[in-house]
Every structure is written in structure tokens, then in C-alpha cells.
């Protein structure tokens, strides 16, 4: 079965740092894999996404994420973390249905940017 | 990008009563939609697909005769909590693809539901 492993519940960082959080995978075919970030009581903002191609992908905020098939991830990194990336954030992959594909959430990363 | 809608954003009931969320594609036709919900500091579970003309799909554990699903159109899918209790209380999220073939879903703002 399809499923999204986020290891760290939570991860705190000095703004200016630079941040990774890891997103490890298991899917049968090839993934389509996600990143999106949810602000406290708010919806869904998608990062970025990799379908295929180049296996580094950019997304806005300056985020970026690596896929590498050989360890199933899909790190999210960022070089300079801003106070307004503290969030939650989700790494997901779709999942393909008869009706169409739906998408599995990671259960979720919670940053934290301290001054 | 493609634009999803919900309606209401937030919103308070009895319990007892029961609740309809609208999940709208705005300038697309969605033949199937997702509904997902979120516990606190939790992350999002998928609840149902609805399938526009047919039945929705539940994933195990969810309740049908709770969360009643209607698909009617192609660009319309409502969820109703009936009979809602405080354990309902949640944030109810939706989605919609492109198209069959799309892998990107397009998520609604979601909808804050509390039940007193």
C-alpha cells in the first residue's frame, strides 16, 4: 500500500539556517510526490511537485526538493529560513484510482524559527 | 491554477443536527473530488472519494450512513455530518483533480466544524 513517512514531528531552526525535512515514501509505480505547507487554521499551499524529469525540483519560497528513487525521499530544503516559513508541513504522494489519483499525506513536519 | 472552493469556512452546530459543506471547482469540471479530514496538530486523512453521477468510495473506518456524500454535478460535491457529536468537531478539507489522468489535486480551504 501506498504510504508517506515524515520521521520528525517537529524541528526547530534559527532563521537564516538553512533547513531539511525528510519525506521517505513506498510506492509501487512511479511517484508523483508533493510538498505542501499549511499555516496554523489555514488550508493547503502547494510547494512544489515532482512528476518526472529532473530530480531536483524547485517550488516558491525558495524551497526545493530532491528525489532519490534509490532511497525512496523526497527531501524539502531550504538554504535561509525566514520566520514566516514556521509551519506545518506535509509531504504527500498521489495515488492512482479508478476515479482518478488521490493523495496520502506524511503525517506532517511542525517547524519552528527562532530568532 | 485551478481554483476549489468551500463553503462555509467555519461552522458551529448542536449536536444532534447535521451539517453540509459544499466543495466547489470553480473553473473546472471534477468528476471525482476527495473529501479529507484533520484532527488537531494531525494530518490529513482521507475520508471518501465522490464520484460525480455514482456512489462515493469510503475508505475503511469511515462511517457512510454518517458522512453522507452527493456528487451531483460536475462541478459540486457536498458532505453532510449527520447527527453530528463533538467527536465530529474537525477541519474538513476537499480536493479535486484536473482530470482522471491529473496527479495534482487542488485543495479547497477547508472548513472548520465544531459541534457543541
Known amino acids: 500500500a501506498q504510504s508517506v513517512t515524515q520521521p520528525d514531528i517537529h524541528i526547530t531552526v534559527s532563521e537564516g539556517a538553512s533547513l531539511e525535512l525528510r519525506c521517505n515514501y513506498s510506492?509501487?509505480?512511479?511517484?508523483?510526490l508533493f510538498w505542501y505547507v499549511q499555516s496554523p487554521g489555514q488550508g493547503l499551499q502547494l510547494l512544489l511537485k515532482?512528476?518526472?524529469?529532473?530530480?531536483l525540483v524547485q517550488g516558491i519560497k525558495g524551497f526545493e526538493a530532491e528525489f532519490k528513487r534509490s532511497q525512496s525521499s523526497f527531501n524539502l530544503r531550504k538554504p535561509s529560513v525566514h520566520w514566516s516559513d514556521a509551519a506545518e508541513y506535509f509531504c504527500a504522494v498521489g495515488a492512482g484510482t479508478t476515479g482518478g489519483f488521490k493523495t496520502i499525506f506524511g503525517a506532517g513536519t511542525r517547524l519552528f524559527v527562532k530568532a | 491554477g485551478a481554483v476549489v472552493s468551500q463553503h462555509p469556512s467555519w461552522v458551529i452546530c448542536k449536536s444532534g443536527t447535521s451539517v453540509k459543506i459544499e466543495c466547489r471547482s470553480l473553473?473546472?469540471?471534477?468528476?471525482?473530488m476527495f473529501w479529507y479530514r484533520q484532527f488537531p496538530k494531525q494530518s490529513l486523512m482521507l475520508m471518501a472519494t465522490s464520484n460525480e453521477g455514482s456512489k462515493a468510495t469510503y475508505e475503511q473506518g469511515v462511517e457512510k450512513d454518517k458522512f453522507l456524500i452527493n456528487h451531483a454535478s460536475l462541478t459540486l460535491s457536498t458532505l453532510t455530518v449527520t447527527s453530528a457529536h463533538p467527536e465530529d468537531s474537525s477541519f474538513y478539507i476537499c480536493?479535486?483533480?484536473?482530470?482522471?489522468?491529473?496527479?495534482?489535486?487542488?485543495f479547497g480551504q477547508g472548513t472548520r466544524l465544531t459541534v457543541v
Open positions: 480536493s479535486a483533480n484536473l482530470g482522471r489522468l491529473n496527479t495534482e489535486a487542488f
Open positions: 473553473d473546472f469540471q471534477a468528476t471525482t
Open positions: 515532482y512528476f518526472s524529469g529532473d530530480t
Open positions: 510506492y509501487g509505480a512511479t511517484p508523483y
